[in-house]
């Protein structure tokens, strides 16, 4: 099994006229097994790769109740953009695109008022 130095468990996307591409990453540290996630831009995960960083997707299983390793990322530069993908061989429940789409769930700012 490849030992890897973080995890990505859900993303954010920005959709842009007819264009959706994601922006953002939940990302977790692997060193001292799975860490608590944090929002990353796709610019610091590329970085984090180029600098020998070992990432992959992960997603829970909730019939084993288990973590489930994905597939590894990898990242390419387009039109100066940064991208982030997963090999062509992956499946599609383990690829970037398939993560929880963390803009559904968490909210940037709270939209709920608590008023005695």
């Known amino acids: 099994m490849e030992n890897w ?15 959706e591409y994601i922006t953002d990453v939940f990302l977790h540290n692997a060193s001292n097994g799975f860490g608590k996630g944090i929002k990353t831009s796709t610019d610091d995960v590329a970085e984090l790769l180029k600098n020998g960083a070992r990432i992959t997707t992960i997603t829970w299983n909730y019939h084993l109740i288990q973590w489930r390793f994905g597939a590894k990322v990898e990242y390419e530069k387009i039109d100066g953009a940064t991208i982030l993908r997963t ?24 939209n709920i008022s608590f008023n005695g």
């Open 5 to 19: 130095d973080y995890y990505i468990s859900g993303i954010w996307k920005l959709k842009t006229g007819d264009e």
């Open 87 to 110: 090999s062509a061989e992956a499946s599609t429940f383990d690829d970037l695109e398939s993560a929880i789409q963390m803009q559904y769930l968490m909210a940037e700012e709270p």
